[in-house]
């Protein structure tokens, strides 16, 4: 399999989205083996503790529904135990979601190097244009990019509340500039995740406050409903305020980060 390294994400992206759409397959890692059965590949990657090759099937799709995507909810997702010493570990492999009757994806690829991710972010762009300009005569789909899996759940679950996750991240840049907010998150210190264990049909929008060093969380927040209905009517309503939305998010890396 692929390691991490400054091309591997990157590298993943182009392949990715041209595969998505042309072929309906899907195999950005090293095939050894086909499943006739299945669009997921059987590859052998070592135990990074003791090196035993392990055979593994990497999930790098998901659609709705699937039940690959509660594995993911759980943190189970691509998660491998080695059968030689009993050592847990994370296939570091790209995963596109993909909702083709919403017309809405998110990518994942593991990164922290932000010129990584916005390279990744123009290739997706400037490939996901071409083929929908060129093709379909569609309007292209709505792509997001996240870097990490906290992110990628947090997009498909507001994508499936039916939440612009636009507002949300706006929303959450609020939270972190209130002066008068007592214990307010600290953009340095603290990150804001959408809240998807929070009653969907509850009175407010919530998020859990996790501390960015240790990865634990620490504090909720939360704004009421009817304030994010507000927010969002603000902002889709009159053409200036859409545009200063776009201005705010340009790319496919929709996240508050951007702002702070
Ligand atoms: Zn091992």
Redesign the pocket.
């Known amino acids: 399999m692929r390691r991490g390294g400054r091309a591997c994400g990157v590298g993943y992206i182009l392949p990715f989205v041209q595969a998505s759409f042309h072929q309906g397959l899907v195999n950005p890692v090293k095939r050894e083996r086909s499943k006739p059965s299945s669009t997921d590949q059987v590859t052998v990657v070592e135990?990074p503790?003791?090196q035993?090759p392990q055979e593994v099937v990497p999930v790098t799709v998901l659609r709705p529904g699937a039940e690959a995507l509660q594995a993911l909810f759980k943190g189970a997702l691509n998660r491998v135990t080695?059968g030689?010493?009993g050592?847990g570990f994370v296939l570091a492999v790209p995963i596109l979601y993909r909702d083709d009757a919403a017309r809405f994806m998110v990518y994942f690829i593991s990164t922290a190097d932000p010129a990584e991710r916005a390279e990744g972010e123009r290739q997706m762009e400037r490939v996901t244009k071409q083929i929908f300009s060129q093709e379909s005569g569609l309007q292209p789909p709505t792509c997001r990019l996240v870097t990490d899996r906290s992110a990628l759940i947090e997009k498909i679950t507001l994508h499936e509340r039916g939440f612009d996750d636009r507002i949300v991240e706006y929303v959450k840049y609020q939270l972190f500039s209130n002066p008068n907010r007592e214990n307010r998150p600290d953009p340095v210190r603290h990150r804001l995740l959408f809240d998807f264990s929070a009653d969907p049909d509850g009175p407010n929008l919530a998020f859990v406050i996790f501390d960015r060093e240790s990865g634990r969380p620490t504090a909720g927040a939360h704004i009421p409903m009817e304030v994010y209905r507000e927010v969002e009517e603000a902002f889709t309503t009159s053409l200036k305020m859409r545009e200063e939305l776009q201005a705010l998010f340009p790319g496919t890396y929709v996240s508050v980060e951007r702002l702070l």
């Open positions: 135990c503790k003791c035993a080695c030689a010493c050592t």
